[in-house]
């Protein structure tokens, strides 16, 4: 046994050598390999890189792959050197059973770009099963009658190995009688035939025990060895005989069980219950007898089991027909198993990309290969995809398909595929597979976000609290993940005295806006700036908005009463003639309030007076005039208290007191009161001093006025309107009143009041007085320098 394993192991190194030499002499392209079975695992095939004509790195950077039918690999590809290894040990007979040669087919795959080549396997035979007898022990019945030169069929041994390697030749051990001649069957295999050389003497030798050995052709040669029983019978002298050795018949691989294969007809030339024949299958394997059954009486052959074209296309069963005594005959049936279509096509994925990037040209998405275990027509296969989809199924070689995008894929329109890949054979009826995969669109940041609104506008009230949240921008992006998450910021503003950093900030992740700091509307009415929002992708995109902050005004000033002056002096005093009509003007008073629109309409209200219903104040303009006829009766000095409101919420008011003192005529311009006319012509050396301290308290209130006034110019400047007083538009008559000289206002005032139309502001002009000379009566106040008070609705003063 050690010498032959030394000379088997000699035998693979020979055959390795040839075989490496063979393909050293190949072209380019992978053709058929060969390896010696049993070779253990990780033995070298070939260098695929070399039969390719590729650098040996370059296997590796297109990807190369083996790929085999039904994904059982036998072989790898170390893609570092390119060499093409056995995966596994390989076993002929597990692989190929009977078939020679025993070829396993492949391909090699590149994927970029893609290229396939078609490769073959050969797996040699090596002598590594002995031949064995399914009944070692036989026994024949054999009539002495028999004469020389009559045959009888033995049963064979049974090897697995092919070739030459498979039994060559059946040998009997030494007898008088008897000799083996070795038959060869139609499907190539040997069985054994004992031929009778000299005629049998029951009564000198009844039985005989004889040795068979099968050997087969391997080197070195194995065996294997069957006793063989011959009783020799006296009686019965002919054996059965078929009427056809040999029996053809075709049947569909669909036929159901119990179908009628054949019936076979032996008849004996004995009578009696010698020529009696029973029939049975002679001979069979295990997966004969599962798949047919003989009637012993009739022959009649019939279906056991389903038969399957794809594993077995054909089966030779021989039949024997046996008389009740020791004879039989032989005959053989070829069955031949027709194709139906019964196998639904297989679709193998070799290659799946489950991800697309959007807008990319055309992609290669899966490669598959399918297969039809039918034949002819029905082993024919068409491949198709769903018409609606921007996907193209390409057929790059036998079998083999490629996936690929049409177009590019936009992920916003549509961020994933259902493909069904169908595989529908040509046979009758047609079978087809599906097989279903899922695409997804990855995203590119291709698209900007988006606001809601190219404008903003928004309003705040003023005097708000810092930190207030005063509205919300919002950008959506198309795009997903890091594509579209969306941070905002303020842009720059075009205006560079606008102080925006301290105004308001932006929250970055959800656009909201916050008033930095209280806003007052006397200074800052309504401002405007850009935010933009950006997305996070690599490049990031961005696109803006405007925002427009209007500040809505408070009713946080009170109304300012411009005169008569409240500056602490002594007090103004109108004098009123008691000739004087009803509805005489006694004097006005003029005030303004800060604020604006509805919080800048003032009312005027005679909240006391020293004698009630002598005096009268106008609610809209603050004229104040006689209510009725003067009398001698009513007092010579009257106190007049007059409220000043706006129209806020809640309203503020002031407050203004005035001086009234009824004379005779204006020949005087002051009259004194009977208890101090005696004092004063007393204090006749006062009256330097009381003209000097009303000229300093005059020019003092004048100084008050004009700084005043300057200041309110300043802080004014840059929210005032530059435009005169349009057409009057609003709640106050637009016209001038001439008020002439009459009671205490000597000289003649012209003034008007108009609202300035659509934009929410009014102006009140207060004309420069036409000053008359009066016989040294005083004037009362005097504005010298024209003046402009506005607030926010528009008031001013000239």
Not at 122 to 127: K, L
Not at 295 to 319: A, C, H, P, W
Request: glycine share 6%; with cysteine; hydrophobic share 35%.
């Amino acid at each position: 046994m050690e010498a032959s394993g030394k000379f088997i192991c000699r035998q693979r190194q020979v055959v390795l050598f040839f075989v490496l030499l063979g393909l050293s002499q190949a072209g380019m392209e992978p053709g058929r390999y060969s390896v010696v079975e049993e070779t253990e695992g990780s033995s070298f095939v070939t260098n695929l890189a070399k039969d390719l004509g590729l650098g040996q790195r370059e296997l590796s950077k297109r990807g190369a792959r083996v790929i085999s039918k039904g994904n059982k690999l036998h072989l790898k590809l170390d893609q570092e050197t390119g060499d093409l290894l056995l995966n596994e040990k390989l076993d002929r007979e597990e692989l190929c059973g009977h078939t020679d040669p025993c070829v396993l087919r492949f391909q090699v795959l590149l994927e970029n770009p893609l290229q396939f080549f078609q490769a073959e396997l050969q797996v040699i035979d090596i002598n590594d099963h002995s031949p064995v007898f399914v009944d070692r022990d036989m026994l024949l019945k054999i009539s002495e009658s028999s004469p020389p030169g009559t045959t009888f069929p033995l049963k064979n041994a049974k090897d697995v190995d092919v070739g030459r390697n498979n039994i060559e030749t059946y040998i009997i051990s030494p007898n008088s009688y008897f000799r083996v001649l070795t038959r060869k069957s139609s499907d190539g295999s040997r069985y054994p035939e004992l031929v009778l050389d000299k005629a049998l003497d029951r009564e000198q030798e009844p039985e005989l025990r004889l040795t068979l050995t099968a050997q087969d052709g391997g080197s070195p040669p194995r065996s294997g060895i069957a006793q063989i029983n011959i009783e020799v019978v006296d009686i019965n002298d002919n054996a059965p005989e078929f009427e056809q050795s040999l029996y053809r018949v075709k049947i569909p691989e669909d036929s159901p069980i119990g179908f009628l294969i054949v019936t076979v007809s032996a008849t004996d030339a004995d009578i009696g219950v010698n020529g009696e024949i029973s029939y049975s299958l002679f001979q069979a394997s295990e997966e004969i007898c599962k798949t047919f059954e003989i009637n012993s009486m009739t022959g009649e052959i019939r279906l056991k089991k389903q038969l399957d074209f794809e594993r077995i296309q054909f089966y030779e069963v021989n039949i024997e027909a046996r008389d009740s005594g020791s004879f039989s005959g032989k005959c053989t049936v070829l069955t031949q198993v027709l194709d139906v279509n019964d196998n639904a096509p297989e679709i193998t994925m070799s290659a799946f990309t489950r991800h697309i990037p959007e807008n990319s040209p055309e992609a290669m998405v899966a490669v598959l290969s399918v297969s039809d275990l039918d034949s002819e027509e029905n082993g024919k296969i068409n491949c198709t995809i769903q018409d609606d989809l921007p996907f193209l199924l390409k057929s790059s070689l036998e079998n083999f398909y490629t996936l690929v995008t049409e177009r590019p894929l936009d992920r916003e329109s549509q961020a994933e595929y259902n493909i069904t890949i169908t595989a529908t054979d040509l046979g009758t009826p047609r079978l087809k597979t599906q097989h279903n995969i899922t695409v997804t669109v990855s995203d590119v940041n291709d698209n900007a976000p988006a606001f809601s609104q190219t404008t903003y506008t928004l309003r705040v009230r003023e005097n708000n609290s810092p930190a207030l949240h005063i509205g919300s921008v919002s950008a959506t992006d198309r795009d997903s993940g890091a594509n579209a998450q969306v941070t905002y910021s303020l842009l720059p503003p075009a205006d560079p005295q606008l102080p925006l950093a301290s105004l308001v900030s932006i929250n970055a992740d959800n656009g909201q806006l916050f008033a930095l700091r209280s806003l007052d509307y006397e200074a800052l009415q309504a401002f405007e700036f850009g935010v933009r929002a950006a997305d996070r992708g690599s490049p990031a995109l961005s696109s803006q908005a405007r925002v427009r902050v209007l500040v809505l005004d408070d009713n946080d000033n009170a109304p300012f009463v411009l005169y008569p002056p409240q500056n602490g002096s002594a007090p103004c005093t109108e004098l009123v003639p008691r000739a004087a009509e009803a509805g005489y003007l006694v004097t006005k008073v003029v005030a303004v309030d800060g604020d604006s629109g509805q919080n800048a309409w003032l009312s005027y209200q005679l909240l006391k007076a020293t004698e009630p219903g002598l005096f009268g104040v106008w609610a809209h303009n603050g004229e104040v005039r006689t209510a009725r006829l003067l009398s001698e009766r009513d007092a010579v000095k009257h106190r007049l208290v007059v409220l000043v409101r706006d129209n806020g919420e809640p309203p503020r008011s002031a407050s203004v007191t005035l001086h009234v003192l009824l004379v005779d005529g204006f020949s005087q311009p002051y009259l004194p009161l009977p208890e101090v006319a005696a004092a004063e012509a007393r204090a006749d050396p006062l009256t330097v001093y009381l003209v000097v301290a009303l000229a300093s308290v005059s020019s003092l209130f004048l100084f008050s006025v004009l700084v005043f006034v300057a200041v309110r110019l300043c802080r004014r400047s840059r929210a005032a309107s530059a435009g005169r007083c349009s057409a009057p538009e609003g709640h106050f008559p637009g016209h001038l009143v001439d008020v002439s000289g009459a009671g205490t206002l000597s000289q003649s005032y012209q003034y008007e009041v108009c609202l300035r139309g659509g934009s929410g502001t009014s102006e009140f002009k207060f004309l420069k007085p036409n000053v008359p000379n009066f016989q040294g009566h005083s004037p009362g106040p005097e504005i010298e320098e024209n003046a402009n008070f506005r607030n926010d609705f528009g008031f001013s003063i000239q």
